[in-house]
């Protein structure tokens, strides 16, 4: 009987390989970045058509290949970065295992045309499934250019399972943003299909991150510089009144290397005590420089993670030179992270005109979230009379009630009118003889935060900000659809400095951003003009904080495959909701309740939170026997 075994060919081995070091177009960006900067280049431009799904050009003025080299660097296990087992504890290279060019060059038509300075002809190859097509000498300046077109040519399966444009891009934006943020004197530049995202001049490390987190960031920077024998600690934290509702602008580099590290996260956050307003997320960019000996970066290419010697040292030392420094520079927490003093006081309804002057704009003055003062639909009585009715069939319906059988208590036909949070709380003030409404107790709140209320058959608790969001998320989906929304103009339009990968989305989204009743123009280098805000949000919120928070969730939503409108539906109303800790007037809380019931979906926020629990009469005296 014939033997059984076979080497594989090379094109499929390292297609094999391939997987597992490109898995996305963004991975490809990353390797040939470090490729270029291995090389010693001071400028790297980096080009891509299609979010990489056709085009990922990098060009690079480093060293440049000999024609021989150039041919080898492609073969698995081709590096010129290390010679000896013992080379590898001593890795000062971002590259080093030789497997990325043979990787790409699997999987894509590679085009690459490099020159070193000594020579005066460079060299052209152009490779396809591990095959070189073409080998001819080419004029090219000094340096190397690599060309990556239609990733995953040959492998379906894994181009089927790239995600979408807006998705890939993003994961591209991030990779760039951490070999630029990484590498400060080097000159980068971003261009995607025609537009320059971004265009980062050689400097210091604070003009970098300018660059990258946009010119407003500037002020928000504070540097961290410690060193000892063991490492060396540098870079900045942000002040703790301008942490974002998410993470993002976190990096820790290693060696210059970028890594993620939930434990040195940790140190870093412990440092801010707490400085942070929950459920934030500092900005810190932190290099730590340490004696390759004391690391193993020796681990799987892709994971960014790392073993330190003593991790416990490193832990402690980043964590106090981290104090250290928000000490220094005096960063105190500012007052008014979650609510105003004056909001503990009943407030009134208040007046149009004070709305309408945009001078709330800086934060809540006083007014209350839910009760905006623009009439417009309170007037509509026939809105009102079904509001009641629904109202009632809720409170008799919630027996029945429960999160499994969604289809009972969908609201009929009659209540497709669009949510509104104005409508009806005056008019229940002003009580109509006979209405049920009279009967009612008032709802509680509970640790500013939940709403407690009774019901027919016992008693229900609200999460007033799972409420919020679905009741605002809701509407806005409904106003995406209508096509038409009421915007409050501002007295003064305000600016909007963004960084310019926040432009650059914020650009695309114009559209159904302004149809939520923003009004906001485009004002060139990566700076918007407000105009008008959602005539709900006039002097609620710092409208500046809202859109960015509106654009910080978006990127978040963007693995979930939204589609836009949801994902801009579910952003704004995770943005504009009224938060934990917001203290609320009984009936701004009844205005919640009436208004979550007339939700398609009551039972969960948009992001799968609970909105309420209930517990029955019979299930209370139990708990007392
Ligand atoms: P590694 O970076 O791990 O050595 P790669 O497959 O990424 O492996 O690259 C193989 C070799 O090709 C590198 O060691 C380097 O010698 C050469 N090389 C790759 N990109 C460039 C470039 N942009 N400029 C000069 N040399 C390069
Ligand atoms: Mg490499």
């Known amino acids: 009987m014939a033997d059984l075994i076979q080497l594989l060919p090379d094109a499929i081995a390292n297609q094999i390989a391939a997987g597992e070091v490109i898995q996305r177009p963004a991975s490809a960006v990353k390797e040939l970045m470090e490729n270029a900067i291995d090389a010693g280049a001071t400028e790297v431009k980096l080009v891509i058509k299609d979010a990489g799904k056709a085009l990922i050009q990098v060009i690079d003025n480093g060293c440049g290949m000999s024609e021989t080299d150039a041919r080898m660097a492609f073969e698995r296990h081709a590096t010129s970065k290390i010679r000896s087992a013992q080379d590898l504890f001593a890795i000062r290279t971002m590259g080093f295992r030789g497997e990325a060019l043979a990787s790409i060059a699997a999987i894509a038509q590679v085009e690459i045309k490099t020159r070193r300075h000594s020579d005066e002809l460079g060299t052209r190859l152009v490779i396809e499934g591990s095959a070189i097509k073409i080998q001819e000498p080419c004029q090219c300046p000094q340096g190397t250019t690599i060309s990556i077109k239609n990733l995953f040519f040959n492998v379906p399966a894994r181009r089927n399972f790239l995600k979408s444009n807006p998705v890939e891009m993003r994961h591209i934006n991030d990779e760039f943003q951490r070999i630029a943020i990484a590498n400060s004197d080097i000159f980068f530049s971003l261009h995607h299909n025609d537009s320059e995202i971004f265009h980062l001049p050689g400097g210091k490390l604070r003009q970098r991150l300018i660059g ?53 996260n940790h140190a870093l956050v412990s440092a801010y005590e707490d400085l942070l307003p929950t459920g934030t997320y500092p900005l810190y960019v932190i290099f730590i420089d340490i004696d390759p000996k004391r ?63 945009g001078i709330g704009n800086v934060k809540p003055s006083g007014g209350s979230n839910l009760a905006a003062g623009h009439g417009e639909a309170s007037s509509d009585a026939s809105r009102h009379a079904s509001n009641l009715k629904h109202w009632q069939d809720v409170y008799e319906g919630l027996d029945e009630f429960d999160a499994e059988s969604e289809a009972q208590a969908t609201p009929g036909p009659e209540h497709e009118e669009p949510l ?21 107790k008032k709802p509680t709140q509970l640790h500013n935060s939940y709403i407690l209320t009774q019901i027919k058959s016992g008693m229900m608790l609200l999460d007033q900000q ?22 409050q103009k501002q007295l003064f339009p305000r600016t909007l400095s963004l960084p310019p990968a926040d432009a650059e989305l914020l650009k695309e989204l114009l559209e159904p951003i302004n149809q939520l009743g923003f009004d906001i123009q485009e004002f060139g280098a990566n700076t918007f003009v407000i105009n008008g805000v959602p005539a709900e949000l006039a002097g609620k919120q710092d409208d500046l904080k809202t859109i960015e928070s509106l654009l910080e969730q978006y990127k978040g939503n963007l693995e979930l495959n939204l589609g836009t409108h949801e994902n801009i539906a579910r952003a704004m109303a995770r943005s504009a909701a009224i938060k934990k800790g917001k203290i609320l007037e009984p009936n701004e809380m009844q205005t919640l309740i009436d208004q979550l019931f007339g939700c398609e979906v009551p039972y969960l926020s948009p992001s799968g939170k609970r909105c309420f629990i209930t517990m029955e009469l019979e299930e209370l005296a139990k708990r007392f026997e």
């Open 295 to 357: 690391i193993d970066i020796n681990v799987h290419p892709t994971k960014q993670e790392i073993k330190f010697e003593d991790e416990r040292l490193v832990y402690n030392y980043l964590r106090v030179s981290v104090r250290h420094a928000l000490g220094q520079y005096n960063v105190m927490p500012s007052l008014d992270f979650e609510q105003d003093p004056t909001f503990s006081q009943p407030t009134p309804i208040r007046p149009r005109s004070e709305a309408s002057t």
């Open 466 to 487: 799972a409420v919020h969001e679905r009741i605002l998320y809701e509407r806005y989906l409904h106003v995406l659809s209508q096509q038409k929304s009421t915007t």
């Open 212 to 264: 990258v987190f946009g010119s407003h960031s500037n002020k928000k920077l504070v540097p961290v510089a410690e060193e000892t024998e063991v490492l060396r600690l540098n870079g900045y934290v942000g002040k703790p009144e301008f942490a974002k509702k998410t993470r993002g602008e976190q990096y820790f580099f290693v060696n210059n290397r970028f890594i993620k590290s939930h434990y040195l």
């Open 420 to 440: 509104t949070l104005e409508s009806d709380w005056k008019e229940e003030q002003g009580s109509m003889p006979g209405e049920p409404v009279q009967e009612k």
